[in-house]
């Protein structure tokens, strides 16, 4: 199983940019699939972004830090994971890493140890 990240670059404060992770070599569950986007940002641990579990209606789970600004949305038919992040801030400057936890119960979905497979990561600098 191999997840792809694409998308990072560099911009300004304000500014907007869409991440992308495509998924090869596993058909994932539209039910017991959850997938997410973690972030590292410099000297800092991996901390969680947002998930969405199909479960659950498509209905995204965020960290309070990117609430209302970013929205994650996914496409089991094609096997990828979008973040849509708006309004960036410097302090969204960081790696970005999706990832896919199987069967995970709503506890755990910021749990990034419960995750199963992971992205290489692609890097987003937020700077003026």
């Known amino acids: 199983v191999q997840l792809q990240a694409s998308g990072g670059g560099w911009v300004q404060p304000g500014d907007s940019l869409r991440l992308s992770c495509a998924v090869s070599?596993?058909?994932?569950?539209?039910?017991?699939?959850?997938w997410a986007w973690f972030r590292q940002a410099p000297e800092k641990e991996r901390e969680f972004v947002a998930a969405?579990?199909?479960?659950?209606?498509?209905?995204?789970v965020y960290a309070e830090s990117v609430k209302g600004r970013f929205t994650i949305s996914g496409d089991t038919s094609k096997s990828m994971v979008d973040l849509q992040m708006n309004s960036l801030k410097p302090e969204d400057t960081a790696v970005y890493y999706c990832?896919?936890?199987?069967?995970?119960?709503?506890?755990?979905?910021?749990?990034?140890?419960?995750?199963?497979?992971w992205g290489q990561g692609t890097l987003v600098t937020v700077s003026s």
């Open positions: 990832a896919v936890g199987l069967r995970l119960i709503s506890s755990s979905l910021r749990d990034q140890s419960r995750y199963d497979y």
């Open positions: 070599g596993r058909t994932f569950s539209r039910n017991d699939d959850t």
């Open positions: 969405i579990r199909w479960r659950d209606g498509r209905r995204g």
